[in-house]
């Protein structure tokens, strides 16, 4: 078999939404089943870097080395819970500074293009925008993982996020589309909540995964600590969800854990 990487983009323009958190928890749940888990932080703000204790400030590469400058992504990954390719805040100057450059909406692509062979998954975690840095990402794809937040005023983003996509299908990547939509800070209680999941479900049917990640305060929690949710409270709700979520992801995604890794 192949163990070629499964590129997954998190994504949705609105901030708090729970991309970050994604991005780390269904890594690790993924990891935990064998998988070999790359994370990419394309965020400037670098919530996930953070949330593995990296320390952004005292970083010599980040992400912008890798993506203007074309330093190889290894040189900089580190071995946490998974493996991170941390940010930092210059990457905010990486849109500018890639502007003048051509293929500049591949240079994520090219960059992974190493990595390929050595994960199966690869999650790259973007910024709360429709930039270039999203572009990129949505270029360097298979399958875009929509985490929305179960309020009306969420939901309204997601036509621009489709427009989006669509101009990188017809023009970069003809293959990229959203693979699934999860809701997040689901409160089941609410009316609202609950009406939320419905406009989602008709919108995107299918697409909308069967699970709702509820709110928590242990999310908040974890990266305080420098974890995920996983290994921060492995056996609470929200380490559950998002076991659960990794099910889904494989079942949709990927192929099985070969029988010689998995010993
Ligand atoms: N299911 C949840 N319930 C409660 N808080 C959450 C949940 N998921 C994420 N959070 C918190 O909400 C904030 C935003 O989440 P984050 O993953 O950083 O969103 P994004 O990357 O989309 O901006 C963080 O403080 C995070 O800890
Ligand atoms: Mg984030």
């Known amino acids: 078999m192949s163990r070629t990487a499964r590129v997954l983009a998190l994504a949705n323009q609105k901030g708090g939404v729970a991309k970050t958190t994604t991005a780390l928890n269904l890594g690790v749940a993924l990891k935990d089943m064998g998988y070999r888990v790359l994370a990419v932080d394309l965020d400037p703000q670098s919530n996930l870097s953070m949330s593995q204790g990296v320390n952004v400030e005292e970083l010599t590469l980040t992400m912008y080395d890798v993506l203007v400058r074309e330093i190889p992504m290894a040189n900089l990954i580190q071995s946490r819970e998974i493996d991170i390719a941390p940010a930092g805040i210059e990457l905010a100057g990486a849109e500018l500074a890639l502007t003048a450059t051509i293929g500049r909406e591949r240079a994520l692509q090219r960059t992974l293009r190493p990595l390929m062979d050595k994960y199966d998954v690869i999650l790259i975690d973007t910024p709360p925008s429709l930039g270039l840095l999203t572009i990129n990402a949505m270029v360097a794809s298979h399958g875009v993982i929509v985490p929305v937040q179960c309020e009306y005023l969420s939901l309204r983003g997601l036509a621009q996020l489709q427009a989006t996509l669509e101009q990188v299908r017809e023009h970069l990547n003809p293959d990229i589309a959203i693979v699934g939509i999860l809701p997040t800070m689901y409160d089941g209680r609410t009316l609202h909540g609950r009406e939320a ?16 990640i509820g709110k928590t305060i242990r999310f908040a929690e974890a990266p305080v600590s420098g974890r995920s949710v996983m290994s921060y409270d492995p056996q609470g709700q929200a380490a559950r969800w998002y076991r659960q979520l990794a099910h889904i992801v494989v079942e949709r995604e990927l192929s099985p854990v070969p029988q010689e890794v998995r010993a």
């Open 197 to 212: 999941i419905d406009v989602l479900t008709q919108g995107f049917g299918d697409l909308v995964y069967p699970i709702r």
